[in-house]
């Protein structure tokens, strides 16, 4: 007997009865077409999910919008040139000065007696209605 080695030999197959039947593995093709619906799924929502963040931050920006008022007549004017135009505000007001600090403040304003403390001093100043008062220390 002469053996034929060029021809590989065949697997056997193995007999399929009425009853049996064959299951091929599935080819990484068909696995593709499987996911297919999976894939799309997540994609679109992905896409969806994506669409409502988008429209959502878009009415919030829309919603803070703010709302200007009219601009009066005219620009207002810089407090240098509403000094120079109605004169000076503080000119008729008093100024108080020791050798640490100088300040200028209203006529009406009343200074009370300093407040001597330890090696420092108090100096305060009110209004005459009594809504404010300013103290300083040093």
């Keep these: 007997m002469k053996e034929n080695k ?12 009425e009853q049996e ?5 599935p080819t990484l093709l068909d696995k593709l077409k499987i996911q297919k619906k999976k894939i799309l799924v997540g994609v679109g929502c992905f ?10 931050l878009a009415a919030y920006l829309i ?4 709302v200007y008022p009219e601009p009066a007549e005219g ?3 810089l407090p240098t040139e509403a000094q120079v135009k109605e004169g000076d505000p503080t000119a ?7 050798e640490n600090v100088t300040f ?13 403390r330890g090696s420092g001093f108090s100096q305060e100043f009110e209004d005459p ?8 220390s040093i």
């Excluded at 919603?63 to 703010?66: A, M, Y």
């Design 6 to 17: 060029s021809q590989p030999e065949e697997t056997p197959k193995l007999p399929v009865s």
């Design 75 to 77: 620009p207002t004017p």
């Design 47 to 56: 896409f969806g999910v994506l669409a409502i963040t988008g429209i959502t």
């Design 104 to 116: 200028k403040f209203p006529s009406e304003w009343t200074q009370n007696p300093i407040l001597v």
């Design 63 to 66: 919603s803070r919008k703010q």
């Design 129 to 136: 209605k009594g809504k404010f008062s300013f103290t300083f």
């Design 92 to 98: 008729n007001w008093k100024t108080y000065q020791n």
């Design 21 to 25: 039947v064959q299951i091929e593995a």
